[in-house]
């Protein structure tokens, strides 16, 4: 598995690093666990741990130092008056009479975010155009009469033009619309499963290799593609103002919290781009005023941050990286 990791370069744009403010009670000296993130790990120095490349300051002596690793000491220096920075220490292994360079995989590395939270969002295509779906090859009949399927069920179908040999399985899903205007955003494509082709031909024998849900008659396929590695993320705001709405909390009905991916209104059509953190905020309905008899309407709350990691032209996904309280449908997400 490829590491997630920080580019530790600064975005265009960025703010300057004197807007890195530090915790009330900051480590002098933190050494790296198995099991950390990048993300955690910014959380321990800053109150706004997405302008972690602002205080970084790498090591040209040392191999690799935009990556961190288990076992690595992160020192931090935040003199009065000046700009707090994070150096790496990391110690230097000497293997008597084997004169050659020791290797740290990349895979090592301390991940961005968690990955298994992330990598069933990366290759399966969630969201498509209304009627895209109607092209794609389908589930036509079952061995034997089967209406149902699931791992290792042999079926057969239509569509499937022999250019590859393995396919996703996916239902049309959840309408994405905009709660605000009401425009159609895209349709979630439910991924059901996965199979393989048994026997090339009009009508395709086919066995399913895995199955998340149950498969039936009419179910769609499209090709696999490759495995994708796991992208290198950099946190950063948004460089223009942005608003938008949760639309959709994976696994849930109505909330969520931390380590849950959610849909946003926001696309590439917005700018927005993988590594992007949204500030997610609830906004509370409007209170009578027992004094004027009035209505009291409630700034915006603040909810959590989300990280965005896959961008479609009207949506992208995001994971909840931080919660205050629960997560709803229809919350606001803007700049954090």
Do not use: C
Request: hydrophobic share 40%; net charge negative; charged share 25%.
């Amino acid at each position: 598995m490829a590491a997630l990791v920080f580019a530790f370069t600064l975005p265009a744009g960025s703010a300057q690093a004197e807007d890195a403010k530090l915790t009330a009670n900051p480590p002098d000296r933190y050494t790296v666990q198995k099991g950390d993130t990048l993300w955690d790990i910014a959380q321990r120095f800053l109150e706004n741990p997405w302008r972690w490349p602002e205080i970084w300051q790498q090591n040209p002596s040392i191999e690799n130092p935009h990556l961190i690793y288990p076992g690595d000491v992160l020192v931090l220096s935040a003199a009065p008056g000046e700009q707090p920075k994070v150096k790496l220490l990391r110690e230097r292994k000497v293997t008597k009479l084997e004169p050659k360079v020791r290797v740290v995989p990349r895979e090592d590395a301390i991940p961005t975010i968690p990955p298994d939270a992330i990598q069933p969002f990366l290759s399966a295509p969630l969201v498509v155009e209304e009627g895209d779906l109607s092209h794609a090859g389908y589930v036509a009949a079952g061995d034997e009469g089967s209406l149902i399927l699931g791992k290792y069920s042999v079926f057969f179908a239509k569509g499937v033009d022999g250019d590859s040999e393995r396919y996703n399985i996916f239902r049309p899903g959840k309408r994405l619309v905009n709660p605000e205007t009401g425009e159609f955003l895209g349709l979630q494509a439910i991924h059901l499963g996965d199979a393989r082709v048994l026997a090339e031909g009009d009508v395709a024998k086919m066995e399913v290799t895995s199955s998340t849900q149950e498969i039936g008659l009419g179910d769609r396929m499209v090709p696999t593609k490759d495995n994708i590695a796991l992208p290198y993320y950099q946190p950063h705001a948004p460089d223009q103002p942005v608003h938008g709405y949760v639309i959709d909390i994976h696994g849930a009905v109505a909330e969520g919290g931390p380590y849950q991916v959610i849909v946003v209104s926001l696309g590439s059509r917005e700018q927005m781009e993988p590594g992007h953190v949204l500030r997610i905020q609830r906004q509370e309905p409007e209170q009578k005023d027992v004094v004027t008899g009035g209505k009291v309407t409630i700034p915006p709350q603040d909810s959590g941050l989300a990280m965005v990691f896959r961008v479609f032209h009207k949506v992208s996904y995001a994971l909840v990286l931080k919660a205050s309280r629960a997560v709803h449908l229809n919350d606001r997400v803007t700049n954090p």
